[in-house]
């Protein structure tokens, strides 16, 4: 079997520098890709284990508390609507039919535990280029809100009438000397338990001698929150983990790979890395075992090459013989693992029996220790005889006949 044909057996590679590093140093090799590839999936443990925390400022106790107002009146005679019909929200009410407003606040509040109060008052205020200098604040009502359901809920009535007639009162007093307006005020005081604190709702009152309506709507919400440090745990980090598996998994690889080619032959893997380093001087061909009256059995096959350099010759690599040699003149400088010119001249024969599996003779073999020489057959050289020579032998020095063997 050649060179070429075990390298075939051995690796199916195509980078001999690749083997030979295989061949060299494969154990080594495959206990680091084993111990890489350990370590890999355990950090991937960890990583998935121990996700990282940090601390950042957040909101905590977060609480919302609003309050939302609605308007209504009961009509008292005939008009526009039936008496006793009851508007809710209009946007405008008349002063005849619908004398008294009611305000009722719904404020909302985290906890059924909380507590909430409503105060209602009416203010008067005289004002000249923006500035008021006078004022009059009616109290209508101090109210404990009925809290439900997270709820608080109260009712106040306030006369649309006397307001009107307030109202005129101090314009007919300050006339020509500023302007009038009338607000209703709505304080909202409450405790929820983690925070306490109130809500100023104003709106405008716009009063004429037939009607009333309010400017603005009585609705506020009121957020409340706390600031503290908190740490906070990040997901896995899916880049790492996704690096750390392809790690793993390369070295495993890595490592089944290495074992399948650990029988790499260090010299095949060596000669083929010189055979590819050396490729461009390098020819296939096939050497006559008769080619050249001198053989020089070189040591490496970096020697052959530099005889072919410096002879501007070619290497011919003959597979069959599994040889190197350069031909210059009649001198031939060759390589083969196989030792001797002679011994790669003559295959091996299979004659059968154990003798099928006799290594190739190299000078004197087992099977000269075991010939014994018969005593009663005649001496060639004895001088009372002649030996006969078969004719259809072929004659040794009959170049013909050894090309046909």
Do not use: C
């Amino acid at each position: 079997m050649s060179w070429n044909d075990r390298r075939g057996e051995q690796s199916v590679l195509e980078n001999p520098r690749l083997e030979l590093f295989i061949a060299k140093h494969g154990r080594r090799l495959l206990i680091a890709l084993v111990v890489v590839g350990v370590l890999a999936v355990a950090a991937t443990g960890w990583v998935v284990a121990t996700p990282s925390t940090t601390t950042t400022t957040q909101q905590v106790d977060a609480e919302t508390v609003s309050t939302e107002t609605t308007t209504s009146a009961v009509v008292v005679e005939d008009g526009l609507w039936t008496d006793g019909t009851e508007l809710e929200d209009s946007s405008v009410y008349m002063l005849s039919s619908t004398p008294e407003l009611t305000l009722t606040p719904q404020t909302s509040v985290p906890t059924a535990e909380s507590t909430v109060v409503h105060e209602v008052a009416v203010r008067h205020e005289a004002s000249r280029d923006d500035t008021v200098f006078w004022d009059d604040v009616d109290h209508q009502s101090r109210t404990d809100a009925n809290v439900s359901e997270g709820v608080g809920t109260s009712e106040t009535t306030i006369n649309a009438t006397a307001i009107a007639d307030r109202q005129r009162e101090i314009e007919s007093e300050v006339s020509g000397v500023g302007d009038v307006q009338t607000t209703i005020e709505l304080t909202v005081e409450y405790d929820t338990g983690t925070y306490t604190d109130e809500q100023e709702l104003v709106a405008p009152i716009q009063v004429t001698n037939e009607a009333y309506w309010l400017e603005e709507s009585l609705d506020e919400s009121t957020d409340h929150s706390q600031t503290a440090q908190v740490e906070v745990q990040e997901s896995p980090n899916a880049t790492a983990i996704g690096g750390l598996l392809a790690l793993a998994v390369l070295s495993f690889g890595g490592a089944v790979f290495v074992r399948n080619r650990e029988q790499i032959d260090v010299a095949a893997a060596r000669r083929a890395v010189h055979q590819n380093r050396y490729a461009e001087w390098i020819s296939r061909g096939s050497l006559p075992m008769w080619v050249g009256d001198y053989h020089i059995g070189l040591d490496t096959l970096e020697d052959v090459v530099d005889v072919a350099i410096d002879t501007n010759e070619r290497v011919v690599y003959d597979t069959q013989r599994d040889l190197f040699a350069v031909v210059n003149g009649n001198i031939v400088y060759y390589y083969t693992v196989q030792g001797e010119w002679e011994v790669t001249a003559w295959p091996a024969m299979d004659l059968g029996g154990d003798s099928a599996n006799a290594p190739p003779i190299e000078g004197a073999t087992d099977a000269d220790d075991d010939f014994e020489f018969d005593e009663s057959r005649p001496d060639p050289g004895d001088g009372d005889g002649d030996v006969e020579v078969d004719e259809d032998l072929p004659n040794p020095d009959d170049e013909d006949a050894w090309e046909q063997i």
